[in-house]
């Protein structure tokens, strides 16, 4: 049991294609992030929501869209991408956004995702 | 800008033997976490060790502790009597209080274990 469970693990799509990515939390946590990790690069923050409420959009191009609906769950939806963006997509949460000794990032597994 | 470096791509080491994996990072704030998270195949990052910038004493966890000089902004970690399951990626990370979007990330060491 991760704490943080992504799905799917895997997902090839077409440039047409829209399809969603699903991460869940079972910790308690209060905020949520995307990441998308890229080889030989740092991870690159997406969005961050705290509370179900979205409080960053790190610059990033609109064809990926995310959704909390609750403070447990978190979407990122992909429609129209590019092969540029075939990646791992790296969900987690922690216990708040400060920063504090008591609330590191929790990660899943990550999708990995192709776009052809 | 805030930077985290991690000058070496790849590391190994025999099975049994310590490995330091080094890492610089270059913040302003004077109050932040530093962090090594560990990536296996699995890709789950797991967290290794944590530390806090206002604390002198280097953290340990078992078999994990670090080096953390302030001054020098940096934070080694050295894995001692190295195990196989301990190969993988490994990211350094510090996280300052400041933000949102407050937790930066080195591109990782990717460790080999010799058996």
């Known amino acids: 049991e991760t704490g943080v469970t992504q799905t799917p693990r895997h997902l090839v799509m077409g440039m047409t294609n829209k399809k969603s990515l699903k991460c869940e939390q079972h910790?308690?946590?209060?905020?949520m992030y995307w990441y998308k990790q890229s080889a030989k690069k740092p991870l690159e923050l997406m969005f961050v929501?705290?509370?179900?409420?979205?409080?960053e959009n790190n610059s990033v191009p609109s064809r990926f869209s995310p959704e909390c609906p609750n403070s447990s769950h978190l979407f990122l939806h992909l429609h129209t991408l590019q092969p540029e963006d075939s990646a791992l997509y790296l969900c987690a949460s922690s216990l708040s956004l400060q920063a504090t000794y008591n609330s590191p990032l929790h990660f899943g597994n990550g999708t990995r995702l192709t776009v052809t | 800008a805030q930077t985290v470096t991690q000058s070496q791509p790849e590391m190994s080491v025999q099975e049994a033997e310590t490995v330091t994996l080094s890492c610089t990072y270059d913040?302003?704030?004077?109050?932040?976490?530093l962090f090594w998270y560990k990536q296996p195949p699995s890709r789950q990052m797991i967290l290794v060790i944590r530390?806090?910038?206002?604390?002198?004493q280097n953290a340990t966890e078992n078999r994990f502790s670090v080096n953390f000089q302030k001054a020098a902004k940096s934070f080694s970690l050295k894995i001692s009597d190295s195990q196989l399951g301990d190969a993988a990626m490994y990211f350094c990370a510090y996280r300052i209080q400041t933000g949102a979007n407050n937790l930066f990330f080195g591109t990782g060491t990717r460790l080999t274990v010799i058996p």
């Open positions: 929501y705290s509370l179900e409420e979205r409080v």
């Open positions: 530390q806090e910038a206002y604390k002198q």
């Open positions: 913040t302003s704030e004077s109050d932040y976490y």
């Open positions: 910790l308690g946590h209060n905020a």
